[in-house]
């Protein structure tokens, strides 16, 4: 047995140096998290006679607020570590390691050659939050489940790392940055396709069930508290005129009973919703105008008191219990805002915004801070998301990123991705039944069985 051991920590030995990259965020609550999994790494490594891996919290490279997109940190990363690491393993805050078969899985590659690891997905169907790319075949194209875990070898990181100094994106927007990291590594074809590691391991997978994975994941919130009350938060819904008769009663067959305290943001008042007319003219997109007398009505304390704020649209569908559970993972007296982070021109010095039809979400000392940073509309037809997103980078507020808002429909995202969640929200009523969808994805189990036997008691 002891032969075995040391021929065991002699193979250890020989394995390829890595470098840990952890996708952590810039709040309290998140920075917990990642350094959780940054010392688990660490005592694995001393358990294994292993000298301590380099563990980079991406959020504290440097001081840009957009390296959570990836590739504007990869210089970064490939200079400082790859003199000395032969990989670099990228892990989310929930990505739990096991160290040693991960190092049993690097150690059959050869580290000479340019490397894309990871555990692939792939769409069903053409999808609006991929550019409807590879339409013909969606499923063709794969790309990596940032959850489980995924890696570059430094041949490839460092050439990906040149490459970005002198031809970066071709979109400016950054929307679901797995799926735009693959395309930009792959190159349209001149560069690697992702390397499937069936190690890499989701709950979901049956390798997770023997002693296999390299990674599994952790199910989100298992570290919060208790969550908020429901009089905590004030649901702000931006309307108008034109959508009072079908996507008004959409919402209060379906989630508007869950709030505590609600107001119907309109360019019309309408007494039998009611609906509120702040005094700005409605407009086609952007609505910025709207957005901001709706920040400042909150934060005049004179409708509420509540410490968070929900602004969302009229065709947005949102689970509020499991707001609340969210919400209860952070602190009210930090400036907080929170929901489907995307990105803009973050190749160079862009700026993270929440996309405001997942629903936005601002603590009241966010909101103060946004109203006392001078921040405002340039039109009153701005991207209300957009601009909010621009002041926070201003001011230097963290965007904070949660996947369980959606921007579009479930059938625009991954199936087995929103399995394995309890989602939030999803946004837009084309071609879907909205009552279908929210009491299919975001009605809770006990709201369902309500429902079943109130359905039944009418019946008879």
Not at 144 to 155: E, I, N, R, T, V
Not at 263 to 268: I, K, L, M, V
Not at 290 to 312: D, E, H, N, Y
Not at 350 to 372: C, D, E, K, P
Request: some cysteine.
């Amino acid at each position: 047995a002891l032969c075995t051991y040391q021929i065991f920590i002699s193979m250890l030995k020989q394995q390829p140096d890595v470098v840990f990259v952890i996708q952590s965020q810039k709040n309290s609550y998140h920075t917990h998290r990642a350094e959780q999994r940054r010392t688990e790494l660490l005592h694995q490594a001393q358990t294994l006679n292993q000298s301590s891996p380099d563990v980079v919290l991406l959020h504290k490279l440097s001081d840009y607020d957009g390296n959570w997109s990836i590739l504007p940190a990869l210089p970064r990363l490939a200079s400082q570590y790859c003199q000395t690491s032969l990989w670099i393993v990228f892990l989310e805050e929930e990505t739990n390691v096991n160290l040693h078969n991960l190092l049993q899985v690097l150690s059959k590659f050869n580290t000479r050659k340019e490397w894309f690891l990871g555990r692939p997905l792939h769409d069903d169907e053409p999808t609006i939050i991929h550019h409807y790319a590879f339409s013909e075949d969606p499923s063709s194209f794969s790309y990596p489940d940032f959850m489980a875990g995924w890696a570059l070898s430094c041949p490839l990181a460092k050439r990906t790392a040149e490459r970005v100094n002198y031809e970066p994106p071709k979109s400016d927007f950054t929307i679901d940055l797995q799926h735009e990291i693959a395309l930009y590594i792959w190159e349209e074809g001149r560069g690697p396709a992702l390397t499937v590691v069936n190690e890499f391991c989701s709950e979901l997978q049956s390798l997770s069930l023997t002693g296999d994975c390299a990674t599994t994941i952790n199910t989100f919130l298992s570290a919060c508290g208790n969550p908020v009350q429901k009089e905590d938060v004030f649901v702000a819904v931006k309307t108008c005129q034109r959508f009072h008769g079908d996507r008004v009663p959409l919402v209060k067959q379906t989630w508007e009973k869950d709030a505590a305290s609600l107001e119907y943001y309109s360019d019309f008042t309408d007494p039998y919703i009611p609906t509120i007319h702040l005094g700005v003219p409605n407009t086609e997109r952007g609505h910025c105008q709207k957005t901001f007398a709706i920040l400042k009505r909150f934060a005049s304390g004179v409708v509420t008191q509540a410490p968070w704020l929900l602004i969302v649209d009229d065709d947005t569908l949102i689970s509020l219990p499991r707001l609340w559970r969210l919400l209860g993972c952070y602190d009210p007296n930090e400036a907080v805002s929170v929901g489907e982070r995307y990105g803009y021109g973050l190749s160079r010095d862009g700026y993270s915004y929440i996309t405001g039809g997942g629903g936005m979400v601002f603590s009241r000392v966010a909101v103060q801070n946004i109203l006392a940073g001078g921040c405002g509309c340039h039109s009153s037809d701005a991207p209300d998301d957009m601009v909010l997103g621009m002041c926070l980078t201003t001011l230097g507020l963290p965007v904070t990123h949660s996947p369980l808002f959606h921007q579009a429909r479930p059938q625009d995202y991954v199936k087995e991705l929103l399995a394995r969640q309890s989602p939030i929200s999803f946004h837009k009523h084309w071609n879907i039944n909205p009552v279908a969808v929210y009491q299919h994805w975001l009605k809770e189990p006990n709201q369902r069985r309500a429902h079943s036997l109130t359905k039944t008691r009418e019946e008879l």
